[in-house]
């Protein structure tokens, strides 16, 4: 594997649990004040750590929000849960987003794993397979009513998907993905790449087309050569609320500009 030829980027992923909106709002605009390239949600409808039942805010509305209230960063969802909408209508709200934000918006989407959210909402969770299959079934209805809506979308928009998973998750990214986000170690997103580079042989499509992210923790210099020799160009830090302490970020972005030149 070749060393990265893009340039890095950073992104935060601002959870939106435990925080009045006016911390989130702010935080999204100090985010893109300090340089960050884009700025991420996530879609669930409780927290995922602390208090269970605390404060949280549903992911595409806020998208929308911060589509007027950022000018600069790339948004999006890290990532959409395909449970949650019909997969033509998501492609429209992505479009629309695309279109208030100036052509900014990712679409992050993934399988979805988080039970409280399907049964206190009334989903059919169903298994792990079966939600990738749903997914691997969503992914063309999306592209085909992009392709049809009026007005189009600004740009191509880009399509992110998260998710390891080496046999159905990571041959659906070959097909359809511009970005790949997993986590994990150094060890296990080597594994993860080769894994992606061969689904990429077997469909017939260039590895390099597609922009390879992680989430990231601790510091840059440890991890982040490590991470860029295996091609790996966007890196993105968590942080929750009350307080969103956005000193982790700060570094990773000093870190993105000592490697961008």
Aim: proline letters at 5%.
């Amino acid at each position: 594997m070749t060393e990265a030829t893009r340039p890095v980027r950073i992104g935060l992923q601002l959870q939106p649990q435990h925080a009045d909106y006016a911390a989130i709002r702010r935080t999204a605009s100090e985010a893109e004040e300090l340089g960050a390239d884009i700025v991420f949600n996530w879609d669930h409808f409780y927290p995922l750590s602390g208090e269970p039942e605390g404060k949280h805010f549903e992911c595409w509305t806020m998208l929308g929000a911060w589509a007027e209230s950022t000018s600069r960063v790339e948004i999006g969802a890290l990532v959409t849960c395909n449970s949650y909408r019909n997969p033509d209508l998501l492609a429209d709200m992505a479009r629309t987003v695309d279109h208030i934000s100036g052509g900014r918006l990712i679409l992050g989407i993934g399988a979805g794993w988080f039970e409280k959210d399907y049964v206190e909402y009334g989903y059919d969770f169903g298994t792990a397979g079966s939600r990738i299959a749903d997914l691997g079934e969503a992914l063309p209805r999306i592209e085909n009513r992009l392709a049809k809506l009026n007005p189009a979308p600004t740009r191509k928009i880009p399509v992110l998907i998260g998710g390891g998973g080496e046999k159905k998750t990571l041959r659906l990214v070959a097909k359809h993905a511009d970005i790949w986000h997993g986590f994990g170690d150094v060890e296990v997103a080597s594994r993860k790449l080769k894994i992606l580079d061969q689904h990429c042989a077997d469909v017939g499509r260039d590895p390099a087309e597609i922009e390879r992210s992680v989430g990231v923790q601790g510091d840059p210099a440890e991890s982040g050569p490590k991470l860029l020799d295996l091609g790996i160009t966007t890196f993105t830090v968590g942080v929750g609320g009350p307080d969103y302490d956005l000193s982790q970020l700060r570094k990773w972005i000093a870190w993105r500009d000592a490697q961008n030149g």
